[in-house]
């Protein structure tokens, strides 16, 4: 699947679906259900920088303090532990929740990987809404402070939102409402993803199989 300069070769199509929205609009929960439906891999930037945050290695404590202070972490460090996740899996067809995060970010995985998205996946949803759906969850995590949470808001709108606008301008956006109840939600979401029901496929193969016998 990888060449040995660390890129995926054109012989086996990578699927990649970025996974974009606010922070708290619901993305990891309807990443959930699409991988249940759909046969993909969800590999959220937030919990691979976690996790490597909890190693205790010196990359993660400087991802630590970046996060604490609202920053975006170097696209280099996130591409290289997306890629790693990618390549370990073994899918081809990746939902990647929370990235790119800005136009850096984008213009490196594209150039790295060699991959354009499929599309992306953009929960829209209101600040005050994402905020009372943070404050409420209790996770534990550092960054669910009302001051932090809120320099996140300000870096996704500042940061985040251009590259939606890029990828909306190549036709490349898929919108969904987020404020609406989670099973509505992903109602839109299995109408987005329904070129990729590998169920559907799988039992039409069956069928035709049958016929042939």
């Known amino acids: 699947m990888q060449d040995v300069n660390g890129s995926f070769p054109g012989d086996k199509k990578i699927i990649v679906v970025f996974v974009l929205g606010g ?15 759909f046969g993909f891999t969800h590999l959220s930037a937030g919990d691979l920088l976690h996790a490597e945050i909890k190693s205790g290695s010196e990359n993660g404590t400087m991802i630590s303090n970046m996060i604490k202070e609202g ?3 170097p696209s280099e460090v996130t591409i290289n532990l997306l890629q790693k996740a990618m390549l370990e899996s073994g899918n081809d067809k990746f939902l990647i929740d929370g990235f790119p995060r800005n136009e850096e970010n984008r213009a490196a995985f594209e150039n790295v990987t060699k991959i354009e998205p499929e599309f992306v996946l953009f929960f829209d949803c209101p600040e005050e809404e994402m905020e009372r759906r943070l404050l ?5 995590r550092d960054d669910d402070n009302i001051e932090t ?32 109840p989670i099973d509505e939600v992903f109602e839109s979401v299995k109408a987005i993803f329904a070129p990729f029901h590998t169920k559907v496929r799988s039992s039409f193969i069956l069928w035709m199989f049958s016929r042939c016998i």
């Open 23 to 37: 922070p708290g609009s619901g993305k990891g929960t309807q990443c959930t259900k699409i991988v249940e439906n």
């Open 71 to 73: 920053k975006i972490v």
């Open 136 to 140: 409420s969850r209790n996770q534990g």
């Open 149 to 180: 949470i809120r320099k996140r808001f300000r870096v996704f709108v500042e940061s985040s939102l251009p590259v939606v606008e890029y990828y909306d301008m190549k036709s490349k956006v898929r919108k969904v409402d987020a404020l609406k």
